[in-house]
């Protein structure tokens, strides 16, 4: 199955001219004045408070992970109070063709998550619904910060909002996100673990939090369309020309062996798929395929079964765009990474050339592109070092020219097409500073930037029996990027369907 581009015609990017990517802004977005009113409190994952709060990451890194067996109990109790086991949520209602948006890692209710909004709304106009990728509230997942961080944001968004948990939505037992999204209570008490570990983390685990009088009410006051939309923390959704499938992936970014048997299931037919994970299969030049407790399979050998059709694997998590066109079998399957909803962004200058999975660098996507990644961390560490002059400092036409030299390839854009000392001295130094996973987990308030260039993005997917084509739109920041959003990936994936 092949890949196409769609028809040529005039696009503005960030790929094609730095303006597009808000490095210029002389006119500011409104997103300030969709915030909550007052002043913001500060967030730090180094205050104890915070840290205790998610103290579920590292007792399942340490002592083992029960979040396998919790969930189960969540899927159990959900499939006793529905009277069903079935985990389909049908929207054939939408007819041969719809489409919908996508939005991953978003909330975090800082001014990153409210620019990303007026895009979406505007080019969300006529869409059915909206799916939130992975992460839906940080920093614990708390059922209280619904009102801020998802219902006010989205509040003016017409649709129903789906969800597919990440692993900080599990930070609370995965209680807010099975509140708001299914309806569901905490059907059992504590988790029982074995041995002198099992029983430790028994006592330590975090429960999810209790929610307050208020928060319902508020969020559907903000949220005119607020309603339970999932019937579990994994799920399926059938339309016309193609199967949706939303997997839990915990913390750890695994799955339990009856989620496992069931995402088999449920993949089988010749149906046209689209996964949807809480962590990307391909993802930094490397490939991770979804462990299945128990089970001799993963998640990606169920997506590259050519008996399953699946079209696309869209994973949050990481805070940027990326796509994967990798062939497998005589076709292609879109491996994407979606996670720049709203929390703060992850590099793309640390990633590799790309040669992973049978696919080039020539055919690999990024946003930000590289160079701007690499400009923009010049920039936030001389600004955070408190740096009077210039001197880590590097402009994007010549962060781009150091990328393809590194590369090996021509710049993104066009313009100067080779690197000065100063900057290869300087991209060199640079790329050594923190900015990976590491370094976001406990210092990422050091790299939240609330000024464009934000380099936030949705997508938006529109679906036909033929195609599904997939637009990744920008988020800067700025006002002439909310008018009128960049595209920054745009491609189209044939279904052999009838148009």
């Not at 007052?38 to 103290?55: C, H, V």
């Not at 083992?64 to 529905?82: I, L, M």
């Not at 949050?316 to 765009?321: F, K, R, T, V």
Request: with cysteine; net charge neutral.
């Amino acid at each position: 199955m092949a890949t196409t581009e769609p028809p040529a015609e005039e696009r503005v990017s960030s790929r094609h001219d730095e303006r597009f990517a808000g490095w210029e802004c002389p006119e500011p977005g409104t997103f300030r004045d969709l915030m909550p009113p007052g002043p913001q409190p500060k967030f730090s994952w180094l205050r104890p408070t915070i840290l205790w709060s998610a103290r579920n990451d590292p007792l399942v890194r340490f002592m083992g992970d029960p979040t396998d067996e919790q969930r189960q109990q969540w899927v159990a109790a959900q499939r006793e109070r529905r009277g069903t086991s079935d985990l389909t949520i049908d929207r054939t209602d939408l007819g041969d063709s719809f489409s919908c948006l996508i939005a991953g890692d978003t909330g975090e209710g800082t001014p990153p998550q409210y620019a990303v909004v007026p895009g979406l709304l505007k080019k969300g106009e006529g869409t059915a619904f909206l799916v939130a990728l992975s992460d839906v509230i940080y920093p614990i997942g708390d059922v209280n910060d619904y009102v801020d961080k998802f219902a006010r944001p989205y509040g003016a968004y017409p649709g129903p909002v789906y969800a597919v948990p990440g692993n900080h939505d599990w930070y609370d037992g995965l209680g807010g996100f099975m509140r708001i999204f299914c309806g569901a209570e905490w059907p059992a008490g504590r988790l029982r673990g074995t041995g002198v570990k099992g029983r430790l983390r028994e006592r330590l685990w975090r429960q999810p939090s209790v929610l307050a009088d208020e928060t319902l009410e508020r969020c559907r006051e903000l949220r005119a369309a607020m309603q339970e939309t999932l019937p579990g923390p994994y799920w399926t959704m059938e339309t016309g020309p193609v199967r949706f499938i939303g997997i839990d992936t915990g913390i750890r970014g695994t799955l339990d062996g009856e989620q496992g048997d069931w995402l088999r299931e449920v993949s089988r037919g010749a149906k046209p798929k689209i996964l949807l994970t809480g962590k990307p299969l391909i993802v930094n030049n490397l490939q991770d395929p979804g462990l299945i407790a128990g089970r001799d399979f993963t998640v990606d050998d169920v997506v590259r079964d050519p008996e399953n059709n699946y079209v696309a694997a869209i994973g949050g998590d990481i805070h940027n765009y990326q796509r994967y066109p990798a062939p497998v079998n005589g076709r292609t399957i879109q491996y994407i990474v979606s996670g720049g909803g709203g929390a703060f962004m992850h590099a793309t200058h640390t990633i590799p050339k790309v040669d992973v999975a049978g696919v080039s660098e020539d055919e690999f996507k990024c946003y930000p592109i590289r160079g701007d990644s690499l400009s923009f961390y010049s920039r936030l560490y001389s600004r955070k070092l408190a740096l009077r002059s210039p001197l880590l400092q590097i402009a994007p036409e010549q962060a781009s020219a150091y990328i393809a030299d590194r590369c090996n390839t021509d710049p993104t854009r066009g313009g100067t097409k080779r690197a000065l000392l100063r900057t290869r001295l300087r991209g060199s130094f640079v790329g050594l500073l923190p900015s990976g996973r590491t370094f976001h987990k406990y210092l990422s308030e050091f790299a939240t930037w609330v000024e464009p260039p934000l380099f936030k993005h949705f997508l938006r997917l529109d679906v036909s029996p033929a195609e599904v084509r997939i637009r990744c739109f920008a988020a800067t920041g700025c006002g002439a990027q909310e008018k009128d959003p960049p595209v920054e990936d745009d491609f189209v994936i044939p279904l052999g369907g009838r148009g």
